[in-house]
């Protein structure tokens, strides 16, 4: 038991602090004179961006109307969109 406790010791006391962190010397903060600065026409960049995102959302549209009739085709699911023939 004794053995287990000077190991611990041992170690506690070998062990740096968590909070010693030193900045660099040539530390500097940072400003937003260094982000990058944008480049090119925004307008264009944009109207390709949402070009590209129209044509997903209706291929998206499309495979999911596509499904739908599909399932309802096959019968797999009952949507109940009229009351049912018969009532047994």
């Not at 062990?15 to 944008?38: E, I």
């Not at 944009?46 to 596509?66: D, M, P, Q, S, W």
């Not at 599909?70 to 109940?80: H, R």
């Amino acid at each position: 038991m004794n053995s287990g406790k000077l190991i611990a010791r041992t170690l506690v006391r070998n062990m740096t602090p968590v909070r010693t962190y030193k900045a660099p010397s040539a530390y500097r903060p940072p400003t937003l004179n260094d982000l990058p600065v944008p480049q090119g026409d925004f307008f264009m960049q944009h109207a390709a961006r949402e070009r590209k995102y129209n044509a997903y959302l209706a291929a998206g549209v499309l495979i999911f109307a596509t499904t739908l009739f599909v399932v309802k085709e096959s019968k797999i699911i009952n949507f109940n969109w009229s009351p049912p023939d018969t009532y047994e």
